[in-house]
């Protein structure tokens, strides 16, 4: 299921898909809220941790199913991160934006938005085995990668406003299919 420096490609480019939604938030959150440095590295942080830890879950589901997942986790992950990734083109080019995003001042706020932007990390969590890389080193990249994304998204969201923030969505959709379309094609071409 590809080599080791395939595995580290592969994490990144996860890590970077899966961020690319909360740097979207982030971004619309730093037009909101016109963040100070305090806001945003409490919005960093939360978002950071919020993606690193919830592929555990979907990881710890693909554990439980033990010998019949991987029978199918290269199709699985074929589906799931090209349903996510369709997901996020299509939400980038309506232009519409979570909600939450936009109440990312209260601790309440902050944490609905950390786990609404999340949600697609605990999913990809279970196409972790089919990449065949460490977990710790996904789940670090992602939470890292996202952090600083986010950080950099809502300090910066007062000046590049929310048009950015769609295209940021689109390109991590993308990313996404790609990633599932090279699992597939890898498990099939053996």
Known sequence: MGGGACCVIDVLFLSFGLAADAFAVAIAAGVAARSAPQPVLRLAVAFGVAQGVMPLLGYGLSVI????FTRFDHWIAFGLLGFLGVKMVRAGLDGSQEEAAFETRSIAGLMVAALATSLDAAAAG???PALAAPIWLSCL???GITALLSGAGAAFGARLGLSFGTKAEIAGGLVLILIGCRILFTHLTG
């Open 65 to 68: 199913a033990g010998d019949w």
């Open 126 to 128: 279970l196409t972790l």
């Open 141 to 143: 990249s992602i939470a």
